[in-house]
């Protein structure tokens, strides 16, 4: 009778101590949840455009906020490994600058380590979750004006046939995530007029001057206090303080391009093992199901207790160790990727090294040098 | 009264059925004796490291011995009860040589290489996965999926990981630090459901310096491995 007491007391303690466990942390963010639940967008075709548009807009995909909480004891809760999701805050932009070339509706697209107030179009993400099964994707779009084009949550679940899919075709599980990306910015494009369109690219062009000479082009410009910008006026045509900023402007583009193209490769390199990663993921996730199948099937797995049993039940766990260790040390190879970036300029060869922000921060310093020199300011 | 093994093994059947937070259980604490580093190569020490074999024997004893008391006192089947030939019931033959084999598998690693920093402490291990203890605001965070639960923390001096499986196994690594910091004891200690003793295997580390030492190495996609030579 005492041990039924005790027995009891013991199992009904650990329920207690485990529903009391379930509910703190678990109200953390209900509305981001929601949310989150409520934006699937399905299976999602690429709208292409047959012809480019006449001025088609520059688009800078910023990389993204891999949204690691600072919380580390929600780590596990949440399903975040900080090098895989530095990785993947990193690997996912690509993605999505895939999907947005495929569409043919814009100009140059690239992947920019910071906000670029030289490209007409910014996009800005954060990672709400990537597990195998789901990826959520907080995503912003700007133009150089100020204008809001996009600013939601975007969910896309991947079902085997997704990864099956990606086996043999390379392509990403959570393809239409980035279709439905590139289709809505492609949407938000179609409701501006020509001229609209023609100011953002003209605003962008200014931005960027006035970075360079604030005193040449302030005044050209206003801003509100929200960050709205308006276009005043326009430089002269012909100005050639302008046109030797537009040819500053390609070189800054110069060396995103070719830290991009270094980048498209290591993506190429890391696809498989990401691919594998998060199928293991997935895999991870529907294993509850699949245990409660096998537990039924006692014959193939031994009987509770035996030596083949907790083999079976240690290799498995090893096997999710592994495979997480696997793709850290993959992620972190990824994140320690400092590759020296080296640019010619007017015949002069410059070796740009340490982090790709401090490498981009440097190249833009060299342009402004280099234009004061040239203008005399 | 239960016996404060079978308190135990309720308690980690409970964990590994509802992830419950076993650390509170089992007294561990996150914050550890500053005095204590078991950063470092260590290397299998097999001449004062426990003969499988003979700590079966003993684990039989003990069981029979257990067995034969309570039968004496009138609780049980009669002389010679307590171990059994099928392999249906608990403290079956299969069960017990089980848990000795499974003890032998999750502690062959002839070299370990632990990293320890106040936030965490990362045991690789030659052959086997990591053991990875991370501390944050005073307290472990548990890894955890479908396929098990790793908890860990200190008990006074010693580090303790506790792994909670499904069919009813734990396997818990106590680390200790010998004296002078030169010797590493971990007592690996395997329990199973159906053995009503748990499985306790003594495996014995010394420091070593691996020629590697004064480099550091770092990864990287495009050139792998990259290593620099470090002067301290």
Known sequence: ?377 | MLKPQYIYVVIATLCSLYGAPCVAAEGLQATRNKNIDFSGAWEKDFSKSDDIQQQLRGLVRDIRRVAERRAKAGMDRGPGAGLVVGDNTKDSVPSIIGLAKMADLVTQSQVLEIEHSRAAVTIKRESAFALGCTFHDGESVAVENPLGREICGWDEHQLVFNLYLPEGLTIQHRLTLGPAGRRLNVATTVLSDQVSRPFTINRVYNRFEPGSQGIRCEHTITRGKVCTTVSY
């Open chain 1, 1 to 377: 009778m005492h041990y039924r007491i005790l027995l009891a007391t013991l199992g009904l303690s650990a329920l207690l101590v485990l529903s009391a466990c379930n509910t703190v942390g678990g109200r953390v963010s209900d509305a981001l949840e929601d949310e989150v639940k409520s934006n699937l967008v399905g299976e999602v075709k690429l709208v292409v455009a047959h012809r480019q548009p006449p001025q088609p807009l520059e688009v800078g995909v910023v990389l993204f906020d891999p949204g690691i909480p600072r919380d580390v004891s929600k780590h596990q809760e949440l399903g975040v490994y900080p090098q895989i999701r530095t990785a993947e805050a990193r690997y996912i932009p690509y993605l999505l600058r895939k999907a947005l070339v495929d569409s043919n509706q814009w100009g140059p697209v690239r992947v920019v380590p910071q906000a670029d107030s030289s490209l007409a179009l910014l996009v800005q993400g954060t990672i709400v979750r990537a597990d195998g099964l789901q990826l959520a994707l907080d995503i912003t779009v700007r133009d150089s004006s100020g204008r809001v084009w996009l600013d939601r949550i975007y969910r896309d679940e991947a079902v085997e046939r997704d990864y099956l899919s990606s086996q043999n075709s390379g392509a990403d599980p959570f393809g239409d995530i980035y279709r439905k990306i590139a289709n809505d910015m492609a949407l938000a494009m179609g409701r501006l007029s020509k001229t609209q369109l023609r100011r953002v690219t003209q605003i962008a062009e200014l931005m960027y001057a006035r970075q360079l000479s604030p005193q040449s082009f302030a005044h050209y410009l206003s801003e509100s206090p929200e960050g709205d910008v308006e276009l005043v006026r326009l430089p002269a045509v012909g100005d050639p303080m302008l046109a030797r900023i537009g040819k500053l402007r390609d070189k800054q583009h110069l060396f995103t391009d070719t830290v991009d193209q270094h980048y498209m490769s290591l993506y190429e390199e890391m696809s498989n093992a990401y691919l594998l990663w998060r199928q293991y993921g997935r895999e991870i996730a529907l294993y509850k199901d699949e245990r409660e199948r096998r537990l039924q099937d006692r014959q193939r797995s031994g009987r509770r207790g035996s030596f083949t049993a907790m083999q079976e039940a240690y290799a498995a766990y090893r096997w999710s160790k592994v495979q997480q260790e696997d793709m850290d040390e993959l992620a972190q190879g990824f994140n320690n990727e400092v590759a020296p970036t080296v640019v010619e300029l007017d015949g002069r060869v410059f070796h740009l090294t340490g982090s790709l922000q401090k490498q981009y921060q440097k190249w833009q310093g060299i342009l402004e040098e280099l234009f004061a020199l040239e203008s005399g300011l």
